[in-house]
């Protein structure tokens, strides 16, 4: 069974900080790891992608995957009262078209 | 910024109707697919689309579910007979290519079965 897990939070962090948020999976034939951005009611809305493993940075975001440890990360600097939201970290295995989604960390930036 | 798109953005119906979904893809993207996110719960992938087929489907996607791409742009999930249980936020989303690459979401129809 292929699953992604997530700690639910609410991770709270003060404006200014770094917030970070992890994930595991479940099985290592997995091939591209993503991150999404959801606010209450609205639909999941793209922050990274990462396939190799490694740090990748973008703006203000890092995602970071080690894949020998079945771990994927998501680093936010300067954090921001509008990055709060739920965090969803999805994986999709080799030959597979399906995103599988965990349940997500919700991150609260306190002004 | 090209995007998804999806009409309704809210479906109210009684039990056991037939309810169809739209969702028009990215433009030039080839691979569509449909999730749902129950209320308070994680977003599950349903089907996915490509080159006028299925190419996966989830358990959930049983005999009451199908897909159809009836013309260049739409992309249609119908659920034949509507239970308590199919009520859910859907999202369409669509990728240019097919397996790992990025896929793009619609701002979803919330779908209530009373």
């Known amino acids: 069974q292929k699953e992604v897990e997530q700690n639910s939070g609410p991770l709270s962090v003060p404006e200014g900080a770094i917030a970070s948020l992890n994930c595991t999976y479940s099985?290592?034939?997995?091939?591209?790891f993503f991150w999404y951005r959801q606010y209450s009611g609205k639909s999941p809305e793209l922050i990274m992608f990462i396939y190799s493993n490694g740090d990748k940075e973008d703006g203000r975001f890092t995602a970071q995957l080690n894949k020998a440890s079945q771990y994927v990360s998501l680093l936010i600097r300067d954090s921001q009262p509008s990055d709060s939201a739920t965090y969803l970290c999805?994986?999709?295995?080799?030959?597979?078209?399906?995103?599988?989604f965990g349940s997500g960390t919700r991150l609260l930036v306190r002004p | 910024e090209p995007e998804v798109t999806q009409t309704p953005s809210h479906q109210v119906t009684q039990m056991g109707q037939e309810v169809i979904l739209r969702c028009v893809p990215i433009s030039n993207h080839l691979y569509f697919y449909w999730y749902r996110q129950i209320l308070g719960q994680k977003v599950e992938f349903l089907v996915s689309f490509y080159n006028n087929e299925i190419s996966e489907k989830s358990e959930i996607f049983d005999d009451q579910f199908s897909v159809e791409r009836p013309d260049g742009s739409n992309f249609t999930l119908k659920i034949r007979s509507t239970k308590l249980e199919d009520s859910a936020m859907y999202f369409c989303a669509s990728s240019l290519a097919g397996e790992s690459d990025t896929q793009y979401f619609g701002p979803g129809t919330r779908l209530t079965v009373l």
């Open positions: 999805a994986v999709i295995w080799n030959s597979s078209y399906k995103l599988i």
């Open positions: 099985d290592r034939g997995s091939q591209s």
